[in-house]
């Protein structure tokens, strides 16, 4: 299968041709002896690496494009401080220090969440804002991409952020979809984040608008990971995503039923930050079994 996005005006291959496949990811700041283990043990029920790092990390950047390389995996790239959705500035210093890493990565594309990931010069990490769910977040977003795409010159797939709080009324796939196609992006749907989402607001994981509001076509990576869930006694409920948690089985549901909407659908990755190897092992086993229910016949 080879994959071909249209991107402006061309068609713009993403990474190699023909490569999909499932995805893993821990702390590459904290976890590669981790992820060495699991590469090993899990062999090539495997074909891409997540690497979360900054903008600034070049030494990281390089250990992790070993480390894939070694064990036949494929970079990509989640930046950590690449910030489409705040209210600083765009600073250019660092979309041209996140260019280089995806470089020295070969990252065919950048995932980055709609959120703010900086405020004020100091990152976020651990407390992302997620994006207001409103009509005005689309230019504001859209904008911002492309710039950020024009200085990094690689194409970025926008995520559902998480959404252990909600701003806003609308559902997030058909806002992402605006944006991406103002922004003339690519997306990546979380369908945990997703799950949590439609939970958190008491309406069903599937909604009509999945049908004919999604630009699935320019979706090229999936994400999954457990889901925390807990109702407090004044009815408050809070559903957040828990990376060292296995996969909720109504979480694989709704990723059957949607991912085989995605036909350019490139990589699914089980996020992992936070297990340790025998658990990692076993949800990359896990998904590389599921995986042939998720590919679209080309
Ligand atoms: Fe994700």
């Not at 651990?126 to 024009?150: F, G």
Request: charged fraction near 25%; hydrophobic fraction near 45%.
């Amino acid at each position: 299968m080879t994959t071909a996005v249209t991107h402006g005006s061309q068609i713009r291959e993403l990474g190699p041709p023909g490569l999909r496949g499932i995805c893993f990811s821990c702390d590459s700041m904290t976890g590669l002896d981790i992820a060495e283990e699991t590469a090993r043990r899990v062999g090539d029920a495997a074909v891409w690496y997540g690497v979360g790092i900054l903008a600034h990390d070049e030494e990281l950047a390089v250990r992790c494009a070993e480390f894939a390389r070694r064990h036949g995996l494929h970079p990509l790239f989640h930046p950590l401080d690449l910030d489409v959705c705040g209210t600083d500035p765009l600073d250019d210093r660092v979309l041209k220090a996140i260019g280089a890493r995806a470089d020295e990565l070969g990252s065919p594309w950048l995932n980055v969440d709609l959120a703010m990931w900086v405020r004020q010069g100091e990152t976020l990490l651990e407390s992302l804002v997620p994006m207001p769910l409103v009509d005005e977040a689309v230019e504001w977003a859209a904008d911002r991409i492309k710039h950020a795409q024009d200085v990094i010159g690689r194409p970025l797939t926008i995520e559902n952020a998480p959404y252990p709080f909600v701003v806003g009324n609308q559902d997030v796939l058909p806002l992402m979809t605006r944006i991406a196609e103002r922004a003339d992006c690519l997306m990546t749907v979380d369908v945990g984040h997703l799950y949590g989402l439609r939970m958190q607001r008491g309406v069903p994981a599937r909604l009509p608008s999945d049908d004919g509001d999604v630009a699935w076509e320019r979706v090229v990576e999936a994400h999954m990971s457990g889901t925390f869930t807990r109702r407090f006694d004044e009815g408050v409920l809070v559903v957040d995503d828990k990376h060292d948690w296995p996969v909720a089985d109504e979480v694989w549901a709704l990723a059957d039923d949607l991912l085989p909407r995605a036909v350019n659908l490139r990589s699914v990755m089980a996020e992992a930050e936070g297990m340790n190897a025998d658990d990692l092992t076993d949800s990359v086993l896990r998904f590389a079994r599921s995986a042939d229910r998720w590919w679209s016949t080309p």
